[in-house]
């Protein structure tokens, strides 16, 4: 058995397959270092003919002498396409060998609910299921997508955008996707987000960037102005509503409605099998923006994070230095895995 890291670049990619969506790709990783911080690294373990890529952030604690990991924004997890009990052990018992050389304290993962990544960890990371996604079957084509997948209401509200003047084009200059980023950030900051969602232009000038069979940004336009959008990405066979944004002046206007049936037309268009909505901004089944997303879609998938650590004493000694500093904040920052990372 074997390991070795693999940074940003063509050996990282020629996993081919077996890395086959965007949030496990190196330049998705080079772009999400630019909010997250970190390197980049990918883990990639063989044995007795079967192998696993594991990509992640890492990131030095500073003043410590230590690191913690994560993976990107998105969805994440160790790649596997096929593995047994004793390659599953022999995978972690590795990792944590990696983990021990490099001083990490602590592990903290987004498992991607589609390929049920989550089992490969289990017994070994601590999985807490989160909630529930919606995605989209797009191998029936858009037609019947339109016809069996979109709930009544969902087709009403398309047709009257049409009737209203909405339309949808896709962005094509990096002006636009600034632009694009402006909205996101107004939006993020009307609704009182964290200051990590307010991420830079570099992101999307990194996102610009990516070859365009991997991205698409639509906008909407009602009377020639700009009234929302959404940054989409693609990668094999699946593709992803990444980020929306929209002007909150035009609540009236179906924005969204429109964005995500002109999102799942193009997937279509470009081959992708699957379009992952994602899922609400809480675990309730009645989460507002999981029944809209499940407009478009009934089926669900899972969605599970898992956390490890890998040093006890440091991680728990972290964490209360962090709360001496910050004790109006220790009461609200409830289970945060990696409390000592907040401001």
């Known amino acids: 058995m074997e390991y070795r890291i693999i940074l940003p670049g063509g050996a990282w990619e020629e996993a081919g397959q077996q890395l086959a969506d965007i949030y496990y790709t190196s330049a998705y990783y080079a772009m ?204 094999g066979n699946m593709a992803h509503y990444h980020l929306a944004a929209r002007d909150t002046n035009f609540n009236m206007l179906p924005v969204a409605n429109v964005l995500l049936d002109e999102g799942i037309r193009q997937a279509t268009q470009r081959a992708c099998l699957w379009m992952h909505l994602g899922g609400g901004l809480s675990a309730s089944d009645q989460d507002p923006l999981l029944a809209f997303k499940r407009k478009f879609s009934r089926t669900l998938f899972s969605f599970s994070i898992g956390t490890r650590i890998h040093r006890e004493a440091d991680y728990q000694r972290l964490n209360a230095d962090w709360e001496r500093r910050n004790p109006e904040k220790a009461g609200r920052s409830g289970a945060y895995f990696l409390k000592y990372r907040l401001p």
């Open 32 to 235: 999400s270092t630019l909010v997250q911080g970190g390197e980049a690294r990918c883990f990639h373990f063989v044995h007795r003919g079967m192998e696993a890529y594991y990509p992640f952030l890492q990131q030095a604690i500073p003043g410590t002498g230590l690191s913690d990991l994560q993976g990107a924004y998105g969805y994440n997890g160790v790649s596997c396409r096929k593995y047994d009990t004793d390659f599953q052990k022999a995978f972690h018992h590795q990792f944590s060998h990696y983990c021990e050389r490099e001083g990490i304290v602590a592990e903290f993962t987004r498992f991607h609910p589609l390929s049920d990544n989550a089992a490969f960890s289990e017994g070994y990371l601590s999985v807490y299921r989160q909630r529930n996604t919606v995605g989209v079957d797009l191998s029936q084509g858009y037609e019947k997508v339109w016809n069996e997948s979109y709930s009544t209401n969902n087709r009403n509200e398309i047709r009257r955008a049409a009737r209203e003047g909405l339309c949808v084009e896709e962005a094509g200059s990096l002006a636009e996707y600034h632009a694009f980023a402006a909205l996101y950030r107004q939006l993020m900051q009307e609704r009182g987000a964290e200051d990590f969602f307010l991420w830079p232009d570099a992101y999307f000038s990194a996102a610009y960037a990516l070859p365009p069979g991997e991205r698409y940004l639509l906008l909407a336009r009602s009377r020639d102005q700009v009234v929302g959008g959404a940054l989409f990405l693609c990668h």
